[in-house]
């Protein structure tokens, strides 16, 4: 996912995806420990996912200030 995808998100729509993302790392991390993770390089994608998104959400809350 590219940082002017979630650029052009709402606040909201950021916080329910961000929700989503950590589910989504759980998950894998889940899987990672018990053996069955198939893909180890999700887990790379999805931290730097939540990283983006909490970066956008945090430069967009600095700017209405």
Known sequence: MKA????QK????????L???RKQQFDLRM???T??????HQL???RRDIARVKT???????EKA
């Open 4 to 7: 002017s995808e979630i650029r």
């Open 10 to 17: 709402s606040a909201d729509e950021l916080k329910g995806m």
């Open 19 to 21: 929700i989503d993302l």
């Open 31 to 33: 899987q990672l420990g």
């Open 35 to 40: 053996g069955q993770l198939a893909a180890p």
């Open 44 to 46: 790379r994608q999805v």
């Open 56 to 62: 956008v959400l945090n430069t967009s809350q600095g």
